[in-house]
Each structure stands twice: as structure tokens, then as C-alpha cells.
């Protein structure tokens, strides 16, 4: 079993829709994050959290430390969000572990 | 654009080979931390070094080594490559390592092929 798991593995939306995404660790963590990466690669850093929720845009991330889990909400989808959402966990130093990720697609 | 670069951006080696990726992270990051993606996979931790010392590793073997300048760029070299090394090299730069909390900033990644 992974210790970073995410929900849905791949996700096809309209455009306009709330799209949820979901991740649950096993391990203890000092902070957790949402990355971006599109298809040839580039990472972009979203959200890191360690409690409570973020906002920026039309992104938002909660996180719940006693149940291990977060999720990232996208309100009002577009197409340009379509990329891959990976979550990823820190410990105790900076090494991220990181969930295998989920594929979102947009379409008009 | 996070200021990490990485070259080259795609790269085609034959087994057995040795190839050495860099990246070049923000001014005044002292750590760097390199990733291999196989793909449709999440990214593997394969080292982090903190001020040119390495600073932790993960499950690769001793064929994968690094190397960090006093200039914030820093090396990820393979030695004898093997078809399974095929993956999307990343590295990401971020303040002290105990910072855990510490946005961790992506170079675009180098695509290595091994023939």
C-alpha cells in the first residue's frame, strides 16, 4: 500500500463543473501539498497545508490531520485546467512522498 | 516560472552508459532535491543535498549519485545505465531542510531515454 493515495486516478469534467480530488496518507506528516504538472512535465506548487484550508483562485484545499486526508476542489472548471494533480506529504525533512496523481480533463 | 532550471531537457543514452543531468537552483536555496517520474507514475525521492553534503536518500543504488556547487547548481549523475533509468529527472530547490514546511520549487524536468 502507497502511503500517499489518491481519488480519482483520472477524471473528465465539463467545463463549468466543481471538481473534487482526494488524498489519504498513512504517515505522520508536517505539511502536505498539491502540485500541478502538465503534460511535458513542469511542476507547479499549488497549496502547501498543514491544517485547515487554502484558498487562491478558484482552488481550494482542506485538510483533516486526524483523518489524514485532504482534498483539492476546483470551483467553476475550465479547460485549461486539465493536467495532472499529484499530492505529495513532508515529514520531518524536506523529501516530499508523493501520490501517484490524477489526470484531469476539462472539455467544453 | 519558479527560477530552477534543468538541462539538457531531453536526453537519449544506450544501456550501460553514464549520464549526468544538472540544475540550477534559486539564488539562495541551499537545498536540492532530485526526482525520478517513470511514466504514469508520481515522482521518487532520490536524494535531497543540503549545503554540497548529501542530506538523505532514497531506494536507488550507489549507480545514482550527486553532487551540489556553492553556486546553487547541482548534478545528478548515473552510471551504467539501464532501460528501467527511462523516466522525467526532476529536481526541485527550497530553503533548509529542517524548514519542512518550505515550498519546494520544480525545475521542467530532463527526459532520459535509455536504448
Known amino acids: 500500500k502507497n502511503e500517499v493515495e489518491q481519488s480519482p486516478q483520472n477524471l473528465t469534467a465539463q467545463e463549468g463543473e466543481f471538481i473534487t480530488i482526494n488524498c489519504s496518507y498513512s504517515?505522520?506528516?508536517?505539511?502536505l501539498h498539491w502540485l500541478q504538472q502538465h503534460p511535458g512535465g513542469g511542476i507547479v506548487s499549488l497549496f502547501m497545508?498543514?491544517?485547515g484550508k487554502k484558498k487562491h483562485g478558484r482552488l481550494i484545499a482542506t485538510i483533516n490531520i486526524q483523518e489524514k486526508h485532504s482534498s483539492l476542489h476546483i470551483t467553476a472548471s475550465h479547460p485549461r485546467d486539465s493536467a495532472v494533480y499529484i499530492c505529495?506529504?513532508?515529514?520531518?525533512?524536506?523529501?516530499?512522498?508523493f501520490g501517484t496523481g490524477t489526470r484531469l480533463q476539462v472539455t467544453l | 516560472e519558479t527560477g530552477v532550471t534543468q538541462s539538457p531537457t531531453h536526453l537519449i543514452k544506450t544501456r550501460g552508459q553514464q549520464v549526468t543531468l544538472r540544475c540550477s537552483s534559486q539564488?539562495?536555496?541551499?537545498?536540492v532535491s532530485w526526482y525520478q517520474q517513470a511514466l504514469g507514475q508520481g515522482p521518487q525521492f532520490i536524494f535531497q543535498y543540503y549545503r554540497e553534503e548529501e542530506n538523505g536518500r532514497g531506494n536507488f543504488p550507489p549507480r545514482f549519485s550527486g553532487l551540489q556547487f556553492p553556486n546553487y547548481s547541482s548534478e545528478l549523475n548515473v552510471n551504467a545505465l539501464e532501460l528501467d533509468d527511462s523516466a522525467l529527472y526532476l529536481c526541485?530547490?527550497?530553503?533548509?531542510?529542517?524548514?519542512?514546511?518550505?515550498?519546494?520549487?520544480f525545475g521542467p524536468g530532463t527526459r532520459l531515454t535509455v536504448l
Open positions: 497545508l498543514s491544517s
Open positions: 539564488s539562495g536555496h541551499n537545498t
Open positions: 504517515v505522520g506528516i508536517s505539511a
Open positions: 526541485a530547490s527550497s530553503g533548509a531542510p529542517g524548514l519542512s514546511t518550505d515550498t519546494q520549487y
Open positions: 505529495a506529504v513532508t515529514g520531518t525533512a524536506s523529501k516530499l512522498t
